[in-house]
């Protein structure tokens, strides 16, 4: 079954797409990762419980003085979530987003990979990959 979201998601991925954009058209039972970040962020990771699409994004910090090094951003459903990554440009800086689908009680996992260029769109896709 997560094979069947995360290969639904990997066929509405564009290859001009943002990353707001990918976020938009990603399947139910995900968790996703953004790394390779610039503007201050070391990565971020989205969680989402179940099919439900609420939960937090948790962005993680590079150390600074006084800074807080983590803040959560947390959404109840998923328009709230994609006006989080219209209002936080610097959550877009990130050139690599993982996606982990895992349905609960219903292994295996499926792992999908989306990297972008410096201009912040989708330059390659790699098809999804189904483990444990």
């Known amino acids: 079954m997560s094979a069947q979201f995360a290969g639904a998601t ?4 564009r290859p001009d797409a943002t990353m707001r954009d990918v976020i938009a058209v990603a399947e139910h039972y995900w968790e996703a990762t953004g790394s390779e970040c610039s503007a201050g962020i070391e990565s971020f990771k989205v969680f989402t419980p179940g099919l439900l699409p609420s939960g937090s994004v948790l962005v993680r910090r590079w150390a600074s003085k006084g800074a807080d090094k983590q803040e959560e951003l947390p959404f ?9 990554f219209d209002g936080r440009t610097d959550l877009g800086s990130c050139r690599h987003l993982n996606f982990t689908f895992r349905v609960p009680d219903m292994p295996p996992r499926t792992s999908l990979s989306v990297q972008f260029g410096e201009d912040g769109r989708v330059i390659r896709v790699a098809p999804p990959h189904t483990w444990d």
Do not use: S, T, V
């Not at 990997?10 to 991925?13: F, H, L, Q, T, V």
């Not at 109840?76 to 989080?84: H, M, Q, S, V, Y």
């Open 76 to 84: 109840g459903d998923k328009a709230a979530l994609l006006r989080i």
């Open 10 to 13: 990997y066929d509405r991925i």
